[in-house]
């Protein structure tokens, strides 16, 4: 029932939105009667409504006329919420959530959804698509009052992306944000109207937390949209791809560790899917699984040739030559190796120092594979029992360290020549090893 202490006017005008709101099947079998719908419920009299609107000389006025303005102000019979109300209601749900995203989204979801479902707006809205969806001041009415809820909306996600310290993946913004979300909230709204057991509570929640998942971007990278789903996408495409494919590489293993070094090349370790390495290789996904379980099998497989000559001339040179002849020769082959592998030399370095404490089996099965430390250890051994090197430090940190530093030394300048390197390391590390010789002819 419309407020006394309005006008006649405005009292006729929300008496209109009621009726309209109310969408019983009277309206829709007798359309809007004034008598019945507009005078009465503004409990004023079919007078009172003559006057207001009053007949024009040769037609046209009176209910014509009250329908167009009725139509022109219909939205302003909805739910009037400030930016502030929806921003306390945040606020509130922040805190009792503990700053949970996924819970402060699924609560305001359940707040937002009530809303809609009993905002008068919703039906209304309803009503201009369904009747007067060619009335300019309808159609106006509607925009206005979607641009007014989205301001609304868009200044709430704008601060919590402010708060989260994230961004919105291209294309979205802010205002596309809000108005994806309030569709999905009609939509749904509309859907349990007719078929309520459709729409569980919290599914407009799930949808809008899934919905973040994608769009949102913790890390501020001004990504797209695209790229969260890459993965789904390689394996969809590589899936079709390979189907038609009936050839087979003469040898898949080395076709697989041809294919992961050049991906990892192209897109960096972790930027690399395994269904991309399969497509790269030209084979199926499911093969790529059985003769390499995980990409650091790849790696591994990918250096073991190359580690097995490096351990095959060291174990020679130590047993026919001196330990610093033995540790210089090691450093230089090592460079050499570095750089002829450097791609799969700089994933085995992201296994090591990533995924250390994520997978660490994983990390223990490489190094055991590609010790390269190992390799100079019983060398290094031999020369402290022989007092050629120092004695107070153990063999295995002796030889970590000459590796490491070979390894920082060659990944940070690729274009440093590998004899260069071993010699750098040599004159900053190994000279301080040996004992009993004239370092300052070291190496001349």
Known sequence: MPERHLSARQRFLQAGREALAAGDLNLLSDGLVIDRHVTQRAGLSKQTFSTTYPRRTGGGGGKDLYLNELLRTLMQGGAQRAAEVVEDEVSRRTHASGGDPRATIRDMCRWNLEQVRTDPGTQLRLVVAAAAGNHAGALESVRDEYTRTTNISARVHAAALERWGASLRQPFTVELLAVTVAALAEGLTLRARFDPDSVPDDLFGHAVVALFASIVDPDQTHGHIDDTITPLADKAVGGFQLAGSTSLPDDPESAIITAATTEFGERGYFNTTRTRIAISANVAPALLDTLFPTTPDIVVAGLTTAFQQLAKRTDSDTRYRQVDDVLRRFLTQLAELIAANRTLIEAMTMIISVERFQSPNTVTRVLTALDFPGLIVDA????????????????????????????????????????????????????????????????E
């Open 380 to 443: 290094i051994g031999s020369g402290q029992k022989e007092r050629a090197l120092v004695d107070d430090v153990p063999a295995a940190t002796i030889a970590a360290t000459l590796v490491n530093n070979i390894l920082i030394l060659s990944l940070r300048d690729p274009q440093a020549a590998p004899a260069d390197v071993a010699a750098t390391v040599e004159r900053l590390c190994l000279r301080g090893l040996l004992v009993g010789k004239d370092r300052t002819g070291l190496g």
